[in-house]
């Protein structure tokens, strides 16, 4: 049994002012002002358009995120539908294999510390889990039909490619206080790359 906290990689190496310069031929394409950009416009033009709410503008780009993350969590994240999915598969994985290390490999809830009763009961279950998957397939079960015992705390892999418009609706509604505890623990240091990475399109949204 292995136990990893969750972590993201951004895929592709997306170009922040290509980015903007994208969204600025799209946007100026509604007035027809095609010929006022220039080499350090698009920063300004898409500020602006923000401003003004205008932030269908901002669809015309996209970033892909790979998050590594447990199950719970991805089923928090497919719930915003403007985006595109693809996620490791309990259905076809066999965790007995070599490639997966013969092993099942969990998310550590990181509001439990280490020395408390809660996370030595909830270690304690997934090693009883572990165990069991194993044994069904030993048994002969397929991998769809063991999986059926796979916890939330699984560790699960799901590339997410969003528009940047989508990406804010993504943050607002994940780094909110009231969004679940292991989303916010992806979902805020994400949105600092992001700012970092277009910081125009994202910095008015804070946690």
């Avoid at 995120?65 to 719930?79: L, M, Q, W």
């Avoid at 408390?116 to 044994?135: G, L, N, P, S």
Wanted: with cysteine; glycine share 4%; aromatic share 10%.
């Amino acid at each position: 049994m292995k136990i990893i906290p969750p972590s993201f990689e951004i895929v592709g190496s997306p170009d922040g002012a290509e980015i903007l310069k994208n969204i600025e031929r799209a946007g100026r394409t509604c007035y027809k002002s095609e010929d006022l950009i220039t080499e350090d416009s698009a920063e300004t033009f898409v500020r602006r358009i923000l401003k003004r709410g205008h932030e269908s503008v901002i669809e015309h780009d996209k970033a892909t995120v790979k998050i590594i993350c447990d199950r719970g969590v991805t089923h928090e994240i497919v719930r915003h539908r403007i985006a595109s999915y693809s996620q490791e598969s309990t259905r076809y994985c066999n965790y007995a294999k070599d490639k997966f290390g013969n092993e099942l490999t969990f998310i550590r809830p990181f509001f439990w510390a280490e020395d408390e009763r809660k996370y030595e009961v909830w270690r304690e279950t997934m090693q009883k889990i572990e165990d069991a998957y194993m044994e069904l397939l030993t048994l002969g079960a397929t991998p769809e039909e063991a999986r059926s015992i796979l916890p939330n705390s699984l560790k699960t892999e799901i590339i997410v490619t969003m528009n940047l418009r989508s990406w804010r609706h993504f943050f607002k509604l994940r780094t909110d206080a009231a969004s679940h505890p292991q989303m916010r623990e992806v979902a805020r240091p994400l949105l600092d790359v992001f700012k970092r990475l277009v910081p125009v399109v994202f910095e008015d949204i804070v946690y």
